[in-house]
């Protein structure tokens, strides 16, 4: 029986240049950057993810972020002293 959560460490990744693979998880890479190794980003080789459920994933988050910012801006703006 199969008990790893779907999207834990679902993608792969490999320098270029040295040649390390890493296990890594593609929504976390989404969110906080792709793992570099010897100065390069290090290439996506094989993803079991769902790459359009992920990306519409963060855009929500994206988006809910945004209108948080507008939201707190405009409120900033509204302050006049
Ligand atoms: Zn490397």
């Known amino acids: 029986m199969r008990r790893f959560k779907v999207e834990a460490n679902d993608s792969l990744v490999k320098c270029n240049h040295c040649g ?9 890479c989404l969110k906080n950057g792709w793992p570099k190794c010897c100065g390069y980003t290090m290439r996506l080789v094989e993803t079991k993810a769902d790459i359009e ?7 929500a988050d994206a988006t809910a972020q945004a209108l948080q910012i507008c939201s ?5 703006g509204e302050k006049h002293e």
């Open 53 to 59: 459920m992920n990306i519409a994933i963060i855009c």
């Open 72 to 76: 707190d801006s405009t409120t900033e």
């Open 20 to 28: 390390k693979e890493e296990r890594v998880t593609f929504i976390y």
